[in-house]
Structure formats: C-alpha cells, structure tokens
C-alpha cells in the first residue's frame, strides 16, 4: 500500500549500520562528500554501496547506483528500503538520476536518509519522483 513503512526499527538500524560502514569505504577525493548506500531486498538480504568519484567528474559513480548494481548482479530486482548516510544537514537525499534508477525497481521504496550526527529523515521513493519517467 503507499505510503506504508514496510521495516521495522531494528531493521532500520542495522541498514543504516551498513550505509555507514560502506561510507567509510568512499572514494570522494574530489568532493570530499562521502556517501554510503544499503539496499534492502524484499527477502532481507543486504546490499550496500559508495560513491566512486575520478577525475574526469563526470564519471563519478553514485552510491545507491552502486548499491543497485551489486544487488542486480546477485540477482535480486524486488526492494523494500535504502538508507543513505552522509555527512551533510539536512541529510542528503538521492539524486535525481538516482531516484530515477531505484524507481525502475521499487517506486514504494522507504528511503532512509541519516548524517553522522544520527538526524534522520525518512521519505517514500513515490514522493521524491513524482510522474517519473516509464518507457512504454
Ligand atoms: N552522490 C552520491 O553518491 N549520491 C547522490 O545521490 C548524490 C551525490 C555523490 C556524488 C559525488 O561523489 C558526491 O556525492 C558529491 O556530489
């Protein structure tokens, strides 16, 4: 149903958990801006990404893309929650190609966003693209 959260608080935590660690692994020497992505799957399992940046900018390489691919590349198409960790306030929420990418897969998806500090805020994908694009 829209609108409904689909994980319960001790899920919650443990994939922001996982956001960070995969944070900790950031490649943002450009930027400085590290990002940490954990992707949920509907069966529980846990896929996590880092932004990738190079010095042709434009090749950078977002973290929840990231997270996508590695789960994609397992196999798994069905999402129920991403959390995203960054040092930033408000925390950062994705990008506009990345909220495209995750839409392909779960437009219901919970999206956790969460700084360092442990402020959190939570939206649904659904609100943060409204009349997405969709290829008929
Ligand atoms: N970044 C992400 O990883 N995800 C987003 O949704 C927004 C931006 C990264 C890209 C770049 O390495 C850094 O944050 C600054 O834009």
Not at 37 to 53: H, R
Not at 61 to 73: D, F, Q, T, Y
Request: glycine letters at 8%; aromatic letters at 8%.
């Amino acid at each position: 149903m829209p609108g409904t959260k689909k994980i319960d608080e001790f899920t919650a935590e443990k994939l922001i958990a996982e956001a960070k660690a995969a944070r900790e692994n950031a490649y943002a020497p450009y930027s400085n801006f590290k990002v940490g992505a954990a992707l949920l799957t509907e069966g529980g399992k846990i896929f996590s990404g880092c932004n990738v940046e190079n010095a042709s900018l434009g090749l950078t390489l977002c973290a929840e893309r990231n997270a996508v691919g590695a789960a994609i590349l397992a196999g798994e198409r069905q999402f129920k929650a991403i959390a995203i960790v960054t040092d930033d306030e408000p925390p950062a929420t994705p990008c506009g190609a990345c909220r495209q990418v995750l839409a392909e897969f779960s437009q219901e998806l919970e999206i956790i966003t969460v700084n360092l500090e442990g402020h959190r805020l939570d939206f649904f994908l659904s609100d943060l693209i409204p009349h997405l694009y969709e290829l008929k």
